[in-house]
């Protein structure tokens, strides 16, 4: 269940979202603020219960609707990001590594 309910003033410089059930919590997506844009986010991936993958997105040119929304990576049998079956919007933007 996720909780959308938050008050802030000030000003907001990272933003940490978790999903899980209280005390299994783990990180899903991080997004760091210039302002009140978003310029940079972090999707987390899993295998089971491990982090496999991290990956981080400079969303700085997209809406802040567009900047939230995770991506969906599929790979290749190589290892390798199949792009063309890979989510567009995210991807589109410049992959840090």
């Known amino acids: 269940m996720t909780n959308t309910n938050s008050t802030f003033s000030g000003d907001l410089a990272t933003e940490d979202i978790y999903t899980g059930t209280k005390g299994q919590e783990r990180i899903s997506q991080s997004f760091t603020y210039d302002g009140t844009s978003i310029t940079d986010r972090r999707d987390y991936s899993y295998t089971g219960k491990a982090l496999s993958h ?42 840090k590594r």
Do not use: P
């Open 54 to 95: 991290v990956y981080s997105f400079d969303v700085s040119a997209l809406s802040g609707a567009d900047a939230r929304q995770k991506s969906v990576i599929v790979y290749k049998t190589d290892g390798t990001i199949d792009f063309e079956k890979s989510s567009t919007l995210t991807l589109q933007t410049n992959e």
